[in-house]
């Protein structure tokens, strides 16, 4: 947004001795692994102390009581963009960025601006405290907070560490000596504080959902051809390479798989495929390593992929006994 505080009639500021410094805690603002899938890590606190010393024209028998303003803009990698502000990969601006902002309530309604930025008088946009050095003293300090927050329903980006520095140039300080120093556009000052690097680290987390069973149904001595089908649903950060590996709990890794008769020992061999032709190429689990007869490898999109999983049965043998058979397939994601 682009404008100004609009200057309250009245008002005015000494400034000319005032003394006040802030810094940041933590620096860098760091929130933690940013896991999109499980929504963690999604906001931080940055605790801002002011530190202000007593002006030398106001007696120590006296209170010296400051107006400490702290107004940011958008950061080092695009200082005009505030509404959203944005976090990039390795501070790449060029990539596609990592939506954030930072807030001067715990409710996350009153995003925090420069006054460069600001259009009209909108106080609960500036960080603001009193600090009040007591009599017989020369220095006093008071906190301020800015509520950090990841952005909600993003796509989820590549695993990385995003980032955004807030360098000095780009959070302003304004003291005042009497009235609000939230409502005057002049008298900011960077010097009067350090910057921070607002920092998220997104994981390489994926969310997989545990496929329906397949069930052959009832089937005569000599059956032939018979195909069943499931699937394995993975939602991966976009370009997170995995695997999918499938293993029979009575038969192999290679995908071949037997079902075991519920109350004896006789066994129906069944094959894993990734198509549904008895000559399907086998699916089984090699690791992390897709082999011919081991585990399939793909690339997160940000949305839930859909990989259909086939199981064949060529016949059954005609002196099968009757009865119920299964196996357990386990299947395991490699990221």
Same mark, same amino acid.
């Given at each position: 947004?682009?404008?100004? $505080? =609009? ?5 005015? $500021?000494?400034? =000319? ?15 933690? =692994?940013?896991? $999109?899938? !499980? ?26 009581? $400051? ?33 954030? !902002? ?24 500036? @960080? ?41 140039? %780009? ?32 994981? %390489? ?9 397949? &069930? ?29 590996? @499938? ?63 086939? =199981?064949?049965?060529? &016949? ?20």
């Amino acid at each position: 947004m682009t404008g100004a $505080f =609009a200057a309250v009639a009245g008002f005015s $500021f000494q400034t =000319a001795k005032a003394d006040c410094r802030v810094a940041t805690t933590p620096n860098p603002a760091q929130m933690p =692994a940013v896991d $999109f899938l !499980n929504n963690t890590g999604m906001e931080t606190v940055i605790e801002l102390t002011a530190t202000c010393y007593r002006d030398a024209g106001v007696a120590r028998n006296q209170e010296d009581t $400051f107006h400490v303003c702290v107004g940011m803009d958008g950061g080092r990698q695009s200082y005009l963009q505030v509404d959203p502000r944005y976090l990039y990969l390795n501070r790449n601006a060029a990539l596609a960025g990592l939506e954030y !902002n930072i807030y001067t309530d715990p409710a996350y309604t009153h995003i925090v601006y420069s006054n460069t930025y600001l259009r009209g008088t909108e106080p609960n946009r500036i @960080l603001y405290t009193p600090v009040t050095v007591p009599a017989n003293t020369n220095v006093a300090t008071a906190k301020m907070y800015a509520y950090v927050k990841i952005a909600p329903n993003q796509s989820i980006p590549p695993a990385g560490i995003y980032e955004n520095n807030i360098s000095s140039g %780009s959070i302003a300080v304004k003291i005042g000596k009497s009235g609000d120093c939230r409502k005057d556009i002049s008298g900011w000052n960077p010097s009067k504080i350090g910057g921070t690097i607002m920092q998220a680290t997104v994981v %390489s987390s994926c969310k997989i959902e545990a496929p329906d069973n397949i &069930d052959f149904g009832e089937q005569s001595i000599r059956s032939k051809n018979m195909v069943g089908q499931t699937a394995v649903r993975v939602n991966c950060p976009k370009n997170t390479p995995y695997a999918i590996g @499938l293993s029979s709990k009575y038969g192999e890794k290679t995908g071949n798989g037997q079902m075991k008769h519920k109350s004896g020992t006789a066994l129906i061999p069944y094959a894993l495929r990734d198509s549904a032709s008895q000559n399907g190429a086998h699916w089984g689990d090699s690791g992390n390593v897709e082999q011919p007869r081991g585990s399939r490898k793909f690339n997160g999109t940000s949305a839930t992929a859909v990989h259909p999983v086939y =199981a064949t049965i060529a &016949d059954i043998p005609a002196d099968t006994p009757a009865g119920d058979y299964e196996d357990t397939v386990t299947v395991n994601v490699y990221y």
